[in-house]
T-cell receptor, first 114, second 114 residues
Framework: ETGVTQSPTHLIKTRGQQVTLRCSSQ?????VSWYQQALGQGPQFIFQ???????GRGNFPPRFSGLQFPNYSSELNVNALELDDSALYLC?????????????FGPGTRLTVL | KNQVEQSPQSLIILEGKNCTLQ??????????LRWYKQDTGRGPVSLTI?????NTKSNGRYTATLDADTKQSSLHITASQLSDSASYIC?????????????FGQGTTLQVKP
């Protein structure tokens, strides 16, 4: 176990709805990164939060947004859900930002959009 | 074009046998190269992390190699066990400001049979 927790574990939504996914980082970690993993694919970087500020973003539209709280937990919000948003959403926490820091992954949230 | 390519896509071996998984990447410059193991429906777990100056790194029965000149890495699994059945993902940490963005390969699915 990495100490990174995510909720909920599974979620079913319909097209057009909005969803909020949550992540609690490992103790002592101030950086959270979010990834989308479609079935049979490797994870794709969505964005990273470092000390409550967005610190880098992948190739995802603005309807993917996030937040990091003073305790360094984080939320991923997706508006106007599309069928292609169905995926495993992973968050990873690290001691700090920067490529040399190991990222510890949570178990993921499986989102199904109908 | 994917910046991290893995081969083979899938592999079936008998328990006790060895196997080698391949990774080619074009990410440059990069901070480090990692191999992760991901069980179905779970978050990835780090096996090895190598900087560009390291040639090899071992973690028990897992040995990773890195050739930064040819931009190739391999993961060798010795004396495979049933519990090694999983997806193995090669990940390159891109130097992009202070983000440490991870770029994932699509993974190699390994099945170890008794």
């Amino acid at each position: 176990e990495t100490g990174v927790t995510q909720s909920p574990t599974h979620l079913i939504k319909t097209r057009g709805q909005q969803v909020t996914l949550r992540c609690s980082s490992q103790s002592g970690h101030n950086t959270v990164s979010w990834y989308q993993q479609a079935l049979g694919q490797g994870p794709q970087f969505i964005f990273q939060y470092y000390r409550e500020e967005e610190n880098g973003r992948g190739n995802f539209p603005p309807r993917f947004s996030g937040l990091q709280f003073p305790n360094y937990s984080s939320e991923l919000n997706v508006n106007a859900l599309e069928l292609d948003d169905s995926a495993l959403y992973l968050c990873a926490s690290s001691l700090s930002a920067g490529g040399h820091n190991e990222q510890f992954f949570g178990p993921g949230t499986r989102l199904t959009v109908l | 074009k994917n910046q991290v390519e893995q081969s083979p896509q899938s592999l079936i071996i008998l328990e006790g046998k060895n196997c080698t998984l391949q990774c080619n990447y074009t990410v440059s410059p990069f901070s480090n190269l990692r191999w992760y193991k991901q069980d179905t429906g779970r978050g990835p777990v780090s096996l090895t992390i190598m900087t560009f100056s390291e040639n090899t790194k071992s973690n028990g029965r897992y040995t990773a190699t890195l050739d930064a000149d040819t931009k190739q890495s391999s993961l060798h699994i010795t004396a495979s066990q049933l519990s090694d059945s999983a997806s193995y993902i090669c990940v390159v940490s891109e130097i992009a400001g202070n983000t440490g963005k991870l770029i994932f390969g699509q993974g190699t699915t390994l099945q170890v049979k008794p």
